[in-house]
Protein backbone atom coordinates (compact mmCIF):
# COMPACT_ATOMS: atom_id res chain seq x y z
CA UNK A 1 0.00 0.00 0.00
CA UNK A 2 0.83 3.60 0.32
CA UNK A 3 2.53 5.20 3.26
CA UNK A 4 4.77 7.85 4.45
CA UNK A 5 7.16 7.84 7.01
CA UNK A 6 8.97 10.69 9.30
CA UNK A 7 10.94 11.33 11.54
CA UNK A 8 9.68 11.11 15.06
CA UNK A 9 9.48 14.13 16.93
CA UNK A 10 9.37 16.50 18.76
CA UNK A 11 12.74 18.46 17.28
CA UNK A 12 14.15 21.29 19.21
CA UNK A 13 16.24 23.90 17.67
CA UNK A 14 18.13 27.12 18.96
CA UNK A 15 17.08 29.93 15.96
CA UNK A 16 19.34 30.18 13.12
CA UNK A 17 20.06 26.40 13.07
CA UNK A 18 19.70 24.13 10.36
CA UNK A 19 16.61 22.25 9.86
CA UNK A 20 16.46 18.55 8.20
CA UNK A 21 13.15 16.26 8.92
CA UNK A 22 13.57 13.02 7.32
CA UNK A 23 10.48 11.83 5.41
CA UNK A 24 10.60 8.22 2.83
CA UNK A 25 7.32 6.68 1.25
CA UNK A 26 6.09 3.84 -0.28
CA UNK A 27 3.49 3.77 -3.08
CA UNK A 28 2.15 1.87 -5.77
CA UNK A 29 2.70 4.27 -8.52
CA UNK A 30 4.30 7.73 -9.37
CA UNK A 31 3.05 10.15 -6.45
CA UNK A 32 3.48 13.35 -6.05
CA UNK A 33 4.78 14.54 -2.75
CA UNK A 34 4.07 17.54 -0.23
CA UNK A 35 5.23 18.92 2.85
CA UNK A 36 2.04 20.48 4.96
CA UNK A 37 2.38 23.00 8.05
CA UNK A 38 -0.08 23.32 10.93
CA UNK A 39 0.62 25.82 13.29
CA UNK A 40 -0.73 25.88 16.97
CA UNK A 41 -4.68 26.10 16.67
CA UNK A 42 -4.97 26.39 13.02
CA UNK A 43 -5.14 24.09 10.38
CA UNK A 44 -3.02 22.25 7.72
CA UNK A 45 -1.16 25.07 5.12
CA UNK A 46 0.95 23.86 1.93
CA UNK A 47 3.99 24.43 2.62
CA UNK A 48 5.98 22.92 -0.61
CA UNK A 49 5.02 20.42 -3.20
CA UNK A 50 6.83 18.61 -6.16
CA UNK A 51 5.70 16.26 -8.81
CA UNK A 52 8.08 14.44 -10.30
CA UNK A 53 11.49 13.49 -9.59
CA UNK A 54 14.05 15.71 -8.91
CA UNK A 55 11.85 18.35 -8.83
CA UNK A 56 12.63 20.85 -6.20
CA UNK A 57 9.87 22.20 -3.67
CA UNK A 58 10.73 25.32 -2.32
CA UNK A 59 9.37 28.27 -0.11
CA UNK A 60 9.73 30.80 2.86
CA UNK A 61 12.96 29.26 2.93
CA UNK A 62 12.22 25.73 3.22
CA UNK A 63 12.98 23.22 -0.03
CA UNK A 64 12.11 19.61 -0.54
CA UNK A 65 13.63 17.02 -3.19
CA UNK A 66 12.17 14.44 -4.85
CA UNK A 67 14.31 11.77 -4.87
CA UNK A 68 12.97 8.76 -6.53
CA UNK A 69 15.90 6.42 -6.38
CA UNK A 70 16.05 6.72 -1.99
CA UNK A 71 12.27 7.31 -2.25
CA UNK A 72 12.70 10.22 0.07
CA UNK A 73 11.56 14.04 0.45
CA UNK A 74 13.67 15.30 3.22
CA UNK A 75 12.60 18.92 4.41
CA UNK A 76 14.99 21.46 4.96
CA UNK A 77 15.82 24.98 5.97
CA UNK A 78 19.06 26.49 6.46
CA UNK A 79 18.10 29.34 9.33
CA UNK A 80 14.92 28.15 11.34
CA UNK A 81 13.28 31.28 13.04
CA UNK A 82 11.15 31.04 16.27
CA UNK A 83 7.89 31.56 13.97
CA UNK A 84 8.90 28.36 12.03
CA UNK A 85 7.46 26.24 15.52
CA UNK A 86 5.04 24.19 14.23
CA UNK A 87 4.20 20.46 13.32
CA UNK A 88 5.03 19.37 10.28
CA UNK A 89 3.66 16.34 7.36
CA UNK A 90 5.20 14.89 4.74
CA UNK A 91 2.31 13.85 2.37
CA UNK A 92 1.69 12.27 -0.81
CA UNK A 93 -0.72 11.80 -3.20
CA UNK A 94 -0.74 9.32 -6.46
CA UNK A 95 -1.13 10.94 -10.09
CA UNK A 96 -3.83 9.19 -11.12
CA UNK A 97 -6.15 12.31 -9.44
CA UNK A 98 -8.57 10.83 -7.84
CA UNK A 99 -6.92 9.31 -4.38
CA UNK A 100 -6.57 11.17 -0.93
CA UNK A 101 -3.26 12.44 0.74
CA UNK A 102 -1.81 10.12 2.92
CA UNK A 103 -0.10 11.35 5.17
CA UNK A 104 3.34 10.69 7.33
CA UNK A 105 2.41 10.87 11.75
CA UNK A 106 3.75 14.43 11.45
CA UNK A 107 6.87 16.06 13.32
CA UNK A 108 6.40 18.87 16.20
CA UNK A 109 9.34 21.85 15.72
CA UNK A 110 10.55 23.60 18.71
CA UNK A 111 12.39 26.81 17.86
CA UNK A 112 13.76 28.82 20.94
CA UNK A 113 14.91 32.21 20.98
CA UNK B 1 -7.28 32.25 5.33
CA UNK B 2 -7.44 28.92 3.00
CA UNK B 3 -10.85 29.90 1.99
CA UNK B 4 -12.37 26.65 3.03
CA UNK B 5 -14.98 27.28 5.85
CA UNK B 6 -15.46 24.51 9.07
CA UNK B 7 -18.21 25.25 11.47
CA UNK B 8 -18.60 24.15 14.36
CA UNK B 9 -14.80 25.12 15.66
CA UNK B 10 -15.33 23.38 18.98
CA UNK B 11 -18.12 20.59 19.61
CA UNK B 12 -18.96 18.96 23.14
CA UNK B 13 -21.15 16.07 23.02
CA UNK B 14 -21.99 12.92 24.88
CA UNK B 15 -21.88 9.38 23.85
CA UNK B 16 -24.41 8.02 21.77
CA UNK B 17 -25.16 11.38 20.54
CA UNK B 18 -24.94 12.23 16.86
CA UNK B 19 -23.90 15.41 15.95
CA UNK B 20 -23.30 17.36 12.15
CA UNK B 21 -19.87 18.92 11.09
CA UNK B 22 -20.07 21.26 8.34
CA UNK B 23 -17.39 22.43 5.54
CA UNK B 24 -17.98 25.07 2.47
CA UNK B 25 -15.52 24.52 0.23
CA UNK B 26 -13.11 27.41 -1.19
CA UNK B 27 -14.94 29.15 -4.26
CA UNK B 28 -14.96 27.49 -7.32
CA UNK B 29 -13.40 24.21 -5.74
CA UNK B 30 -15.31 20.99 -7.05
CA UNK B 31 -13.36 18.26 -4.71
CA UNK B 32 -14.21 18.11 -0.60
CA UNK B 33 -12.23 15.51 1.40
CA UNK B 34 -13.04 14.74 4.79
CA UNK B 35 -9.95 13.78 7.69
CA UNK B 36 -9.60 13.23 11.02
CA UNK B 37 -6.87 13.71 13.71
CA UNK B 38 -6.44 11.82 16.64
CA UNK B 39 -3.15 11.18 19.20
CA UNK B 40 -2.65 7.82 18.28
CA UNK B 41 -4.01 7.68 14.39
CA UNK B 42 -2.73 10.72 13.07
CA UNK B 43 -4.08 12.68 10.01
CA UNK B 44 -6.58 9.80 8.51
CA UNK B 45 -8.59 10.44 5.14
CA UNK B 46 -12.33 9.66 5.58
CA UNK B 47 -14.18 10.04 2.37
CA UNK B 48 -14.08 12.46 -0.33
CA UNK B 49 -16.95 13.79 -2.73
CA UNK B 50 -16.63 15.36 -6.64
CA UNK B 51 -19.10 17.58 -7.44
CA UNK B 52 -21.89 15.92 -5.44
CA UNK B 53 -20.66 12.36 -5.97
CA UNK B 54 -18.66 10.22 -3.71
CA UNK B 55 -15.44 9.51 -4.95
CA UNK B 56 -13.08 8.09 -2.90
CA UNK B 57 -13.66 6.63 0.79
CA UNK B 58 -10.74 5.76 3.56
CA UNK B 59 -10.90 4.54 7.10
CA UNK B 60 -14.60 5.99 7.65
CA UNK B 61 -17.03 4.06 10.52
CA UNK B 62 -20.27 3.03 9.54
CA UNK B 63 -21.64 5.24 12.16
CA UNK B 64 -20.50 8.08 9.87
CA UNK B 65 -21.80 9.56 6.66
CA UNK B 66 -21.83 12.54 4.88
CA UNK B 67 -22.93 14.40 1.48
CA UNK B 68 -21.94 17.25 -0.92
CA UNK B 69 -24.99 19.11 -1.68
CA UNK B 70 -25.44 20.81 -4.77
CA UNK B 71 -24.37 24.55 -3.62
CA UNK B 72 -21.05 22.33 -3.31
CA UNK B 73 -20.97 22.68 0.84
CA UNK B 74 -20.25 18.94 2.75
CA UNK B 75 -21.43 17.79 5.98
CA UNK B 76 -19.92 15.20 7.63
CA UNK B 77 -22.85 13.28 10.10
CA UNK B 78 -21.07 11.07 12.96
CA UNK B 79 -23.91 9.35 15.45
CA UNK B 80 -23.77 6.74 18.22
CA UNK B 81 -20.73 8.52 19.04
CA UNK B 82 -17.87 7.10 21.14
CA UNK B 83 -15.37 8.54 23.50
CA UNK B 84 -12.74 7.13 20.86
CA UNK B 85 -14.08 9.86 18.61
CA UNK B 86 -12.75 12.66 19.44
CA UNK B 87 -10.55 14.38 17.24
CA UNK B 88 -9.75 17.07 15.06
CA UNK B 89 -12.10 16.46 11.49
CA UNK B 90 -10.84 18.57 9.14
CA UNK B 91 -12.23 19.38 5.47
CA UNK B 92 -9.98 20.15 2.43
CA UNK B 93 -11.03 21.12 -1.30
CA UNK B 94 -9.18 21.12 -4.10
CA UNK B 95 -10.21 22.17 -7.67
CA UNK B 96 -10.58 18.98 -9.38
CA UNK B 97 -9.37 15.84 -8.74
CA UNK B 98 -5.65 14.98 -7.43
CA UNK B 99 -5.15 18.87 -7.13
CA UNK B 100 -3.28 20.87 -4.67
CA UNK B 101 -5.82 20.20 -1.18
CA UNK B 102 -6.54 23.59 0.47
CA UNK B 103 -7.89 22.56 4.19
CA UNK B 104 -10.00 24.50 6.98
CA UNK B 105 -9.42 25.12 10.45
CA UNK B 106 -10.74 22.24 11.78
CA UNK B 107 -13.79 21.08 13.60
CA UNK B 108 -12.64 19.82 17.58
CA UNK B 109 -15.06 17.07 18.90
CA UNK B 110 -14.96 16.16 21.99
CA UNK B 111 -17.11 13.69 23.28
CA UNK B 112 -17.46 13.04 26.73
Known amino acids: GNSVTQMEGPVTLSEEAFLTINCTYT??????LFWYVQYPGEGLQLLLK?????DKGSNKGFEATYRKETTSFHLEKGSVQVSDSAVYFC????????????FGKGTRLSVIA | DSGVTQTPKHLITATGQRVTLRCSPR?????VYWYQQSLDQGLQFLIQ???????AKGNILERFSAQQFPDLHSELNLSSLELGDSALYFC???????????FGAGTRLSVL
Open chain 2, 92 to 102: ASSVGLGNIQY
Open chain 1, 27 to 32: ATGYPS
Open chain 1, 50 to 54: ATKAD
Open chain 1, 91 to 102: ALALNSGNTPLV
Open chain 2, 27 to 31: SGDLS
Open chain 2, 49 to 55: YYNGEER
